[in-house]
């Protein structure tokens, strides 16, 4: 079946750091993917996406590129900001059962100190 | 719009007891989704529903039961609550079929506690 792995958190950074979140996953065909971002107290937001292999999804200046030959799908920034303080879920959509679903990682959650 | 609108945002219940929780979308999405999220697993799915009057089962539909009665209305109930569904309940929705083109839009969770 479909599964995503994720970086295990909790994450610690200093404002301006660089930051990776590795994620990969296993699927079968061709799934597309996704970056998913939950703020305190908020539901999630999709934060970016990449639809097949090479693509790179960007946003908010956070960047992943869909590595099909290393099944993974790493969110990074350059720059992290007090304010990127929330949870991240990696997650996939593929077909399950004749309908198309979305499997969630479970979940890193990054703090970022001034 | 208001998007994905849940209510309530908190509820403690006792063991046994029933209650529902309403989700309201105001994007004319036809997909409609609920999801408990727990600590160290991740989002995990319920039920959907792909259409009005239309329900299906997801990871961990036991315990659950749903109703789309109205395209923008989604109801999960809890006929029997038990401590084990003490989670927080994101509902969600999405234009059409296939989520690889169009983004599921979340609700801002429900936090139930079952005592």
């Known amino acids: 079946g479909n599964s995503v792995t994720q970086m295990e958190g909790p994450v610690t950074l200093s404002e301006e750091a660089f930051l990776t979140i590795n994620c990969t996953y296993t699927?079968?065909?061709?799934?597309?993917l996704f970056w998913y971002v939950q703020y305190p107290g908020e539901g999630l937001q999709l934060l970016l996406k990449?639809?097949?292999?090479?693509d790179k999804g960007s946003n908010k200046g956070f960047e992943a590129t869909y590595r099909k030959e290393t099944t993974s799908f790493h969110l990074e920034k350059g720059s992290v900001q007090v304010s990127d303080s929330a949870v991240y879920f990696c997650?996939?959509?593929?077909?399950?059962?004749?309908?198309?679903?979305?499997?969630f990682g479970t979940g890193t959650r990054l703090t970022i100190i001034p | 719009n208001a998007g994905v609108t849940q209510t309530p945002k908190f509820r403690v219940l006792k063991t046994g007891q029933s209650m529902t929780l309403l989700c309201a979308q105001d994007?004319?999405?036809?997909?409609m989704y609920w999801y408990r999220q727990d600590p160290g697993m991740g989002l995990r799915l319920i039920h959907y529903?792909?259409?009005?009057?239309?329900?299906a089962k997801g990871e961990v539909p036991d315990g659950y039961n749903v109703s789309r009665l109205k395209k923008q209305n989604f109801l999960l109930g809890l006929e029997s609550a038990a401590p084990s569904q003490t989670s927080v309940y994101f509902c969600?929705?999405?234009?059409?079929?296939?989520?690889?083109?169009?983004?599921?839009?979340f609700g801002p969770g429900t936090r139930l506690t079952v005592l």
């Open positions: 969600a929705s999405s234009p059409a079929k296939y989520s690889s083109y169009n983004e599921q839009f």
């Open positions: 699927a079968t065909g061709y799934p597309s």
């Open positions: 990449a639809t097949k292999a090479d």
């Open positions: 997650a996939l959509s593929g077909i399950v059962s004749g309908n198309e679903k979305l499997t």
């Open positions: 994007m004319n999405h036809e997909y």
């Open positions: 529903s792909v259409g009005e009057g239309t329900t």
